[in-house]
């Protein structure tokens, strides 16, 4: 199977959770499974494919062959930072009350990031204040669900969209001879109206605080003051979306390194929950493999990595003897409220992992600039959390919150996110060696 970006089409997902082995022997990481995917050209709904694909699993939480966001098992490649954009993020304006980057003033993040690292990470953005407005959230929430999520695709957790590269002035010219913006700009881009709008109100949103270079990275058909050109103009946008469940998260991972370029953006509907930043150590294979949205278990979680461990319906404290040995030293766990956004660039994107913990409550501590706790007070809930109304989240059964000594326990709903990247130059045209492995 293969096609071009130029092609709109989306991939859906199955969860195939019964599917799910743990193997330890790295010879033995890779499985051959079957697994369904149905190719759809979802512009005026052209044609429906389903398709049955034989490929290669690699990683030992993963449920699926993960053709667009999972290595092939031996790409250990630890990449190399575009020397372009070595990034220390500075916001560029004040108008926002908490702008900030992590590490410098993180307004709210969960209680074990403070335990085990003050350092900053170079290329993550993420301000809780930011929040995209509401009714653009509910939009792209409902129409997510609806469109993608529900009905027969009830057993999906992750559909891919892709989005055309625009294309250079000449083959603009060529391909449409009027040029005519509109046309470009919607219904020719191969995304759906609900995420473009959500692209621009990003776009808008971001443009005050991220600084240029980010700006022009992830929006690069806009004008954002930065002096050079993006290198993602005239790349292919993917748009992935997950959907999780309470209980369920993502392995830590990397983005893929030869598929997607610099500039990941993310974005939370419907609840909040922890991501989980670490740094790749000195020599150590950067993890690209990772699990769908799953409940399955996360070994590093349940070992290593948080000093609050919740299960079931409780959320609990956990004693730092109980949280077990061999946690690096550059960790950081930042909750994303929903309707937050995170961008990841540089060193975030290439140098450390993230991923979100499989649990139903995040245990979550209110932290200033200088580490020191601020009160809960409402309009600090209201601006960190975005949760102040108990009531809105109702479809979603989202966010249930305990006061737990020192901090906050949330409780997660369905949380929907949909996560923009930009493809590299020929990773638009996939499945070759998926089918080479079929033979
Ligand atoms: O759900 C999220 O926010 C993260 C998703 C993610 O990291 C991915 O799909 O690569
Ligand atoms: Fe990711």
Same mark, same amino acid.
């Given at each position: 199977?293969?096609?071009?970006?130029?092609? !709109?089409?989306?991939?859906?997902? $199955?969860?195939?959770?019964?599917? !799910?082995?743990?193997?330890?022997?790295?010879?033995?990481?890779?499985? %051959?499974?079957?697994?369904?995917?149905?190719?759809?050209?979802?512009?005026?709904?052209?044609?429906?494919?389903?398709?049955?694909?034989?490929?290669?699993?690699?990683?030992?939480?993963?449920?699926?062959?993960?053709?667009?966001?999972?290595?092939?098992?031996?790409?250990?490649?630890?990449?190399?930072?575009? !020397?372009?954009?070595?990034?220390?993020?500075?916001?560029?304006?004040?108008?926002?009350?908490?702008?900030?980057?992590?590490?410098?003033?993180?307004?709210?993040?969960?209680?074990?990031?403070?335990?085990?690292?003050?350092?900053?990470?170079?290329?993550?953005?993420?301000?809780?204040?930011?929040?995209?407005?509401?009714?653009?959230?509910?939009?792209?929430?409902?129409?997510?669900?609806?469109?993608?999520?529900? *009905?027969?695709?009830?057993?999906?957790?992750?559909?891919?969209?892709?989005?055309?590269?625009?294309?250079?002035?000449?083959?603009?010219?060529?391909?449409?001879?009027?040029?005519?913006?509109? $046309?470009?700009?919607?219904?020719?881009?191969?995304?759906?109206?609900?995420?473009?709008?959500?692209?621009?109100?990003?776009?808008?949103?971001?443009?005050? !605080?991220?600084?240029?270079?980010?700006?022009?990275?992830?929006?690069?058909?806009?004008?954002?003051?930065?002096?050079?050109?993006?290198?993602?103009? %005239?790349?292919?946008?993917?748009?992935?979306?997950?959907?999780?469940?309470? *209980?369920?998260?993502?392995?830590?991972?990397?983005?893929?390194?030869?598929?997607?370029?610099?500039?990941?953006?993310?974005?939370?509907?419907?609840?909040?929950?922890?991501?989980?930043?670490?740094?790749?150590?000195?020599?150590?294979?950067?993890?690209?493999?990772?699990?769908?949205?799953?409940?399955?278990?996360?070994?590093?979680?349940?070992?290593?990595?948080?000093?609050?461990?919740?299960?079931?319906?409780?959320?609990?404290?956990?004693?730092?003897?109980?949280?077990?040995?061999?946690? *690096?030293?550059?960790?950081?766990?930042?909750?994303?409220?929903? +309707?937050?956004?995170?961008?990841?660039? *540089?060193?975030?994107?290439?140098?450390?992992?993230?991923?979100?913990?499989?649990?139903?409550?995040?245990?979550?501590?209110?932290?200033?600039?200088?580490?020191?706790?601020?009160?809960?007070?409402?309009?600090? +809930?209201?601006?960190?959390?975005?949760?102040?109304?108990?009531?809105?989240?109702?479809?979603?059964?989202?966010?249930?919150?305990?006061?737990?000594? +020192?901090?906050?326990?949330?409780?997660?709903?369905?949380?929907?996110?949909?996560?923009?990247?930009?493809?590299?130059?020929?990773?638009?045209?996939?499945?070759?060696?998926?089918?080479?492995?079929?033979?």
């Amino acid at each position: 199977m293969s096609f071009s970006s130029s092609e !709109s089409q989306h991939y859906h997902r $199955k969860r195939k959770l019964s599917l !799910s082995h743990e193997v330890d022997d790295a010879s033995q990481r890779r499985r %051959h499974l079957k697994t369904s995917l149905r190719l759809e050209i979802p512009t005026n709904s052209v044609e429906t494919t389903d398709l049955e694909l034989e490929s290669a699993i690699s990683g030992a939480d993963s449920l699926f062959d993960d053709i667009f966001d999972e290595a092939s098992g031996e790409e250990t490649s630890t990449g190399t930072l575009p !020397s372009s954009h070595s990034l220390v993020e500075v916001p560029k304006s004040s108008s926002s009350p908490l702008p900030l980057t992590l590490g410098s003033v993180p307004a709210l993040r969960s209680f074990s990031s403070r335990l085990h690292s003050n350092n900053s990470i170079p290329g993550l953005f993420f301000d809780p204040s930011i929040l995209i407005p509401a009714d653009i959230a509910n939009e792209v929430f409902d129409f997510c669900l609806k469109t993608y999520f529900s *009905g027969r695709n009830a057993n999906v957790n992750q559909v891919m969209l892709f989005g055309r590269a625009s294309p250079p002035p000449s083959e603009e010219h060529e391909s449409d001879p009027d040029s005519d913006p509109d $046309k470009r700009n919607t219904n020719l881009t191969g995304l759906p109206p609900p995420l473009l709008s959500l692209l621009s109100s990003l776009s808008s949103l971001l443009l005050p !605080s991220l600084p240029p270079i980010t700006h022009s990275l992830l929006f690069p058909d806009s004008s954002s003051g930065s002096a050079s050109p993006s290198p993602n103009l %005239h790349r292919a946008r993917q748009a992935i979306i997950n959907l999780y469940h309470p *209980g369920e998260g993502i392995t830590p991972h990397v983005d893929l390194l030869r598929r997607f370029g610099d500039g990941i953006l993310g974005v939370s509907f419907g609840s909040g929950c922890v991501m989980e930043f670490r740094k790749v150590g000195e020599g150590e294979d950067v993890p690209e493999t990772y699990a769908a949205p799953s409940s399955g278990t996360n070994r590093l979680t349940n070992t290593t990595s948080t000093s609050v461990q919740t299960s079931g319906s409780k959320c609990e404290m956990r004693t730092k003897a109980e949280e077990g040995e061999g946690f *690096g030293t550059d960790a950081y766990d930042v909750y994303l409220p929903e +309707r937050s956004v995170i961008v990841m660039s *540089g060193d975030a994107r290439y140098k450390w992992t993230h991923g979100i913990p499989r649990r139903k409550w995040d245990y979550v501590e209110d932290v200033t600039q200088d580490d020191t706790r601020v009160g809960l007070d409402e309009g600090l +809930r209201e601006d960190s959390l975005g949760n102040k109304d108990a009531s809105k989240n109702e479809a979603t059964g989202s966010t249930t919150e305990r006061s737990e000594g +020192r901090g906050r326990c949330l409780e997660r709903g369905t949380r929907l996110s949909i996560t923009f990247r930009f493809l590299l130059p020929g990773a638009e045209i996939v499945g070759l060696e998926e089918e080479k492995q079929a033979e």
